[in-house]
């Protein structure tokens, strides 16, 4: 169990289970899907920005627990944030997971929780998902995202 | 009924017993462990593992026989001719088919249905005909035909299905219309395992004068089959399902059908003669095998019907059938457990989902167990959507499966509701 216990930590199960920000964001202004169609793993992402601040943030989707908590940690963790922030998040939390280099642990905080999932190379792509689709989402991509 | 799963005698219970532990001992790979544990490899409908018997004669091609086939004058490429020929008549005999020239082969059940739809699409849908598929068809016997319909202005219709995952034949007659040129059926569905009562559609098919391929990619590996007794017009298979080589395959088509139908592909061993005015074609089966195929599949193959062959079918058909019963009570034993494909006929196949859990969670715990199951949609995106799910895990049995792996299956799936406080 140990190993399993350090992908699925107590954060991943509690935000898989009750995920938080699973809305639509009114009066949104950036918004992209994710889909990982050979996993079934999607998510759409909605963000009001104001000024250069993450205003609000939310999604809705499915998939598997690593994906549906990575979404919602993502959400609390770029909210009321800076977008210069949000995408430094995205840099970080992509190098943790696919294992490039000690995770920046200042910078991540919470979302190191993730960090037992570059030690299971098929699960990458379910954490990666949620971020990809909000940098799409700030960047206006029309492209629909995906990380398989 | 032609697969073996499908002809348990009725006095099953004085059939000798299978002997699952000694033939695992003709499949090195069942030997290795995985995460520290022996190894429990319950995804045969993705593909099947190898038989020693295989290896060893892929072994000996490339050591003894290796040349290009149909080719060389030399007794080399006559005996590399002869290895390849020899495939061919093994997979006939599996199939029983009346000649080796109906057996054309090709990649994979995907190339064979791909061969159909483009060669018969092509030369005999017109705008407005229809094309027949099942609701429970993988997606490599939807989207040859999609395109094919798409470039014809053809129109694909489904023959549905029921909460249980049978084909609700009753729908059949009103679906075979003036305007049906060929029906796609699949024999075992592999996101379900329903075993489908493919002799009924091929009669009431053929009482129209509509052929009908059906897609045999997860019936063969559960025995023999009796393309002669089915009456169908083509039956695509996959060798790396039935315990061969990946990259082979085999279409059987009538040879009527075969004839008429124009080549799938152009290019080296097809032809009779070329010249830039007019190219006349290779006599059945060359004429759809274009290019250099791939030999050494071909005598893998040809190795595993062989092996298969000396299989007690009977006993294997009582111990699938075994795994499957088993396999569904220890699920079922499991709260939040709910099966997917519940049909009558089903072939060793449990596709299942957790409350509250995902299945590729489900996937990841059973992995760490060394315990190999598959998670997703199976490629039967249609499946999934009309069961309201968006994947299963799905564990598919075969004859070299025991109780003992269906029961560390069962330990994951407790596991993970464990885990995940289900
Ligand atoms: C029912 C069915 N048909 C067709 C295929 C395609 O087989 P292949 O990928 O070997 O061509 C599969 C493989 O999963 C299958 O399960």
């Known amino acids: 169990m140990t190993d399993l216990r350090e992908l699925y930590q107590q954060v991943i199960l509690d935000h898989n289970r009750s995920p938080r920000n699973f809305r639509q964001v009114p009066n949104a202004n950036h918004t992209a899907d994710g889909d990982n169609p050979l996993c079934g793993d999607r998510i759409t992402v909605w963000v009001r920005v104001d000024g250069d601040v993450v205003d609000d943030i939310g999604f809705q989707g499915t998939g598997c627990a690593i994906s549906q908590a990575s979404a919602s940690l993502m959400t609390t963790a770029v909210k009321g944030k800076p977008v210069a922030d949000a995408e430094r998040l995205f840099a970080a939390f992509h190098a943790m997971v696919t294992g490039a280099g000690e995770p920046d642990r200042a910078t991540l905080g919470k979302l190191l929780a993730f960090a037992g999932v570059r030690e299971f190379p098929a699960r990458v792509k379910c954490a990666n998902l949620p971020w990809h689709t909000l940098h799409a989402a700030l960047r206006d991509t029309t492209e629909p995202v995906t990380t398989e | ?422």
């Open chain 2, 1 to 422: 009924m032609t697969t073996g799963v499908e002809r348990v005698p009725t006095g099953a219970a004085t059939a000798p017993a299978f002997d699952a532990e000694r033939v695992r001992a003709d499949f090195p790979l069942l030997g290795r462990s995985m995460r520290g544990k022996s190894l429990v490899y319950l995804d045969n409908a993705a593909t099947s593992q190898k038989p020693r018997h295989v290896i060893d004669a892929i072994h000996r091609f490339y050591e003894t026989l290796n040349a290009n086939v149909h080719r060389g004058v030399y007794q080399l490429s006559e005996e590399a001719t002869t290895a390849y020929e020899w495939g061919r008549a093994m997979v006939a005999r599996y199939l029983n088919a009346p000649s080796p020239a109906e057996v054309v082969f090709v990649r994979g059940a995907t190339e064979g249905i791909n061969l159909v739809a483009s060669a018969f699409g092509r030369s005999r849908l017109e705008a407005g005909d229809e094309v027949l598929v099942t609701a429970m068809e993988h997606h490599s016997n939807i989207v040859p035909w999609q395109l094919v319909c798409e470039e014809r202005g053809a129109k694909l219709r489904v023959l549905p299905m029921d909460t249980r995952g049978a084909l609700v034949l009753d729908h059949l007659p009103g679906l075979l219309t003036k305007r049906t040129k060929i029906v796609a059926v699949v024999h075992v569905s592999n996101s379900l395992g329903t075993i489908n009562d493919v002799q009924t559609i091929i009669t009431a098919a053929h009482e129209r004068g509509i052929p009908v391929l059906v897609d045999g990619a997860q019936a063969a590996p559960h025995g023999p089959v009796d393309v002669q007794a089915l009456d169908c017009d083509f039956y695509a298979v996959s060798g790396h399902k039935m315990f061969g080589p990946t990259g082979i395959g085999a279409l059987y088509g009538k040879r009527a059908l075969l004839e008429a139908l124009p080549p799938y592909q152009g290019g080296g061993e097809m032809i009779a003669s070329v010249t830039f005015e007019k190219t006349t074609y290779a006599p059945l089966p060359m004429k759809f095998e274009a290019g250099t195929p791939n030999i050494e599949g071909a005598v893998g193959l040809g190795a595993a019907v062989d092996y298969l062959r000396g299989l007690d079918w009977t006993a294997v058909a009582t111990h699938e059938r075994d795994l499957l019963a088993y396999a569904e009570s220890r699920l079922r034993e499991i709260p939040g457990v709910r099966l997917i494909g519940t049909a009558p006929t089903k072939a060793s196949v449990v596709s299942f989902v957790l409350e509250g859990v995902h299945p590729h969670d489900i996937g990841t715990i059973a992995d760490q167990d060394g315990v190999a199951i598959r998670t997703g949609h199976h490629c039967t995106q249609p499946v999934m959507d009309f069961f309201g799910v968006p994947a299963t895990a799905r564990a598919s049995f075969t004859f070299y499966n025991t109780r003992d792996d269906v029961d560390r299956l069962a330990a994951s799936v407790w596991k993970a509701r464990e885990l995940f406080g289900a």
